[in-house]
Structure formats: C-alpha cells, structure tokens
C-alpha cells in the first residue's frame, strides 16, 4: 500500500496549484487523509485534514485559501491552493490512515512533492 502526491511546482505569488495523493493497494477502508508540509529548516506541520464523512479541518495560516477535498472512489485527496504566498513555499506530504488487507489501520505518508511560490 503505498501515497502517491503529485501536483507541486513552481508558481508566482497569488497563484494557484493543485495536489493530488492516490492510495493504492490492498485497501479495505480509508478513514482521515490530510496534507502536512515541511518548509527548510522547520517542523512538519499540519495544513488541512478530511475524515471519512468529509469533516475538514485547517491551519489557521491557510483558511479562507485553501480547499481539501476527497474522492472515495478515486482513492484520493486533493488539495487545492488560492492566493499563495512565499511562506506556502514547502514539500507537501499527504498522510492517510488506511485500513490494509491482512493488518488494520496504518498511518502512511507520501513521497512529498515540492511547492514553490516566488514573490
């Protein structure tokens, strides 16, 4: 079982980009997926969750900008970011909480995928 994210770029301030995370596997269930980001020299923090039925939650640095969203059929989880500003500039790891064949529910990360935003 494994995330795959895509999406990330390089965009101006006040642009907009779009991520996407595709589980794929032995999958029974998937609950909560989110997106967590980590700028150079920083924490890894929480940008944006969505459980199951879709409750969301987001930092306070990126509400009212950004928009997460998931396609249960699809596996997937989006992330759909307006008004960047240079301070978004980090690699973006989904995280998912996936029930898999065989085991139960395991916490697992993406690859990252790198966002840029030039001022």
């Known amino acids: 079982v494994q995330l795959q994210a895509s999406g990330g770029g390089l965009v101006q301030s006040g642009g907009s980009l779009r991520l996407s995370c595709e589980a794929s596997g032995s999958i029974i269930a998937i609950n909560t997926m989110g997106w967590y980001r980590q700028a150079p020299g920083k924490r890894r923090e929480l940008v944006a969750t969505?459980?199951?039925?879709?409750?969301?939650k987001y930092a306070d640095s990126v509400k009212g900008r950004f928009t997460i969203s998931r396609d249960n059929t699809a596996k997937t989880v989006y992330l759909q970011m307006s008004s960047l500003k240079p301070e978004d500039t980090a690699v973006y790891y989904c995280?998912?909480?996936?029930?898999?064949?065989?085991?139960?529910?395991?916490?697992?990360w993406g690859q990252g995928t790198q966002v840029t935003v030039s001022s």
């Open positions: 995280n998912a909480n996936i029930w898999v064949v065989g085991s139960y529910y395991q916490n697992l």
């Open positions: 969505i459980t199951s039925d879709d409750s969301t």
